[in-house]
């Protein structure tokens, strides 16, 4: 299969719709990008104190080669950059009479639509959670965040919008029911593993939860390795077909191996988030995960934090049969190492397979064991916060009567 190029005739937004995509999920496959957020970080673009996109507006060519690659790695849809861009959660991290929610939702996407410009690809509104349901302001006060945000993305005419990385199924179900407000197709897609939401929900009830609401696609994104994932979306896949519901499947995970770890996935481990690099999954765990989430009847497949362009080629690769090209970045590329067959050195010509690759178990390149365990203070904070919540909720409620 020769390699085809997604960056084909001139974009034009009034044409394309989410039936289209509808279509390619039910009869296909979509990929979707990777870790925009901490990809940015590892350039020097971000600050991992704060979490907050204000690149957009300050390096906006960073984003915009990043998302190229991405679309060049073979990704279908290109999510504007607006992670943790709610206005309380800019507030709070830049302080106040700073870069606003508007001016970053504004900016992302014309920075996705200048990438999508000559590709076959869709471009989606990211919304994510918000700093008012942790302290417990209630459904409107939620709600309000997430409208500044979908105002600008209704206004620049995104194609459909995903509402991602929600620890709560709560918080998740406001979220669509204010999406679905816009007449666009939501996607929806939560930060959890096989033991569920931060309120103890479990994976199923969440995905079941998330389809009643009004989630076209769900899924699970991003706090967790790609074997988790796989885990997790196998019960929710079983959760929807006992309850006779089957939106499409989609799955995010993050690029960073942590079996074992608790609710906070990869935030747990000790070198969370500056150290991670020895548990960078490969290119070939990626064409293992793609493959095993494509068998379970996942559709949307694309990678969260720690993905890179690689990854997403990776995943664009092990589909090709089912998307019906190679991505353009495969170009210089064969699956499984075959480059290595025209190497000048034989013991390395010797690698070029599948089977070599398909078996090898990477080393750290360290001979010292690891120094620290898991971080248990993040389950800790997590009591004591949803206590906090908790208990403050039961005041307003006591006001209120």
């Known amino acids: 299969m020769g390699v085809v190029s997604n960056l084909g005739e001139e974009r034009q937004f009034v044409e394309m719709s989410f039936v289209l995509y509808s279509e390619r999920l039910r009869d296909g496959v979509v990929v979707g990008d990777g ?8 350039r020097g673009y971000v600050d991992a104190g704060k979490w907050t996109p204000e690149v957009v507006v300050e390096h906006p060519e960073a984003v915009k080669q990043l998302q190229r690659e991405f679309l060049r790695a073979g990704s279908d849809v290109i999510q504007t950059f607006t992670y943790n861009g709610t206005q309380d959660k800019l507030t709070r991290a830049l302080g106040k009479n700073t870069i606003s929610c508007q001016q970053i939702a504004d900016k992302a996407c014309r920075i996705a639509e200048e990438v ?40 620049n005419k995104v194609d459909f919008l995903i509402a991602e990385l ?57 706090m967790f390795d790609p074997d988790e994932t796989v ?27 942590c079996p074992g770890a608790g609710k906070y996935g990869y ?35 694309g990678g969260c934090c720690g ?51 398909e078996n090898l178990i990477p080393s750290s390149g360290r001979l010292q064991p690891p120094s620290h365990p898991y971080d248990l203070s993040p389950e800790n904070e997590l009591y004591k916060k949803e206590t906090a919540r908790m208990s403050m909720g039961f005041a307003l409620m006591e006001e209120n009567n």
């Open 116 to 155: 999508a410009k000559k590709g076959d690809v869709l471009i989606a509104g990211s919304i994510t959670k918000c700093a008012s349901y942790k302290d417990g302001k209630g459904k409107a006060a939620v709600q309000a965040q997430i409208r500044s945000q979908l105002e600008l993305f209704t206004k």
């Open 307 to 357: 993905f890179e362009p690689y990854h997403i080629r990776a995943i664009a690769e092990e589909l090709a049969e089912e998307r019906g090209k190679m991505p353009l970045a495969s170009e210089k590329h064969k699956p499984w190492g075959k480059n290595l067959e025209t190497s000048y050195n034989e013991f390395l010509r010797k690698r070029a397979g599948r089977d070599y690759w």
């Open 231 to 257: 885990n997790t979306i196998k019960e929710m896949k079983i959760a929807l077909d006992d309850a006779g519901l089957s939106p499409f499947l989609m799955t995010q995970p993050n690029g960073f191996f």
């Open 166 to 222: 929600y620890f709560h199924v709560e918080e998740m179900e406001w979220a669509i029911e204010e999406a679905l407000k816009t007449g666009l197709e939501v996607a929806a897609t939560m930060g959890i593993g096989g033991k569920g939401d931060l309120n103890g929900v479990p994976a199923g009830e969440c995905a079941v939860r998330m389809a009643k609401a009004g989630a076209k696609v769900v899924g699970v994104n991003c």
């Open 35 to 42: 870790g925009v957020i901490f990809a940015l970080e590892r």
């Open 267 to 301: 935030l747990s481990c000790p070198e969370f988030p500056f150290a991670l690099e020895p548990r960078v999954v490969t290119r070939f765990d990626v064409h293992r995960y793609a493959r095993a989430v494509y068998n379970l009847g996942v559709r949307y497949i």
